[in-house]
């Protein structure tokens, strides 16, 4: 699969700061109530976080969204103020990828 990004669309600074944490996580390929415990919210709110990110970067599929996550990983962690879910410590993205 090819992921088509076009210029400019991959504006990460239009995501809030929980829309890069899940972002982020998508990478790992675990399901939402994973992502949902490991953040601690709700999965129905990680379903709502995922929507919006990949409306907001103009991708086509969470997969998209995911792979987007692997290749800028760490220009997505470098804005975010804390770790994952608040737990451990490690790097600022928290996914062992």
Known sequence: MTVVVR??????SAL?????????LLATGEQNRWLARRLGIAE????????????KLD???RFEAAIVSH???????????SDIGGGGKGD?????V
């Open 92 to 96: 600022a993205a928290g996914r062992g």
């Open 71 to 81: 290749l800028y990983a760490d220009d997505i962690a470098s804005d975010i103020g």
């Open 44 to 55: 129905r709110t990680v379903r709502a976080h995922t929507t919006s990110i990949v409306r």
């Open 59 to 61: 991708l086509k599929s």
């Open 16 to 24: 809030t700061d929980r829309e890069r944490e899940v972002l982020l």
């Open 7 to 12: 210029e400019g669309a991959l504006d990460f």
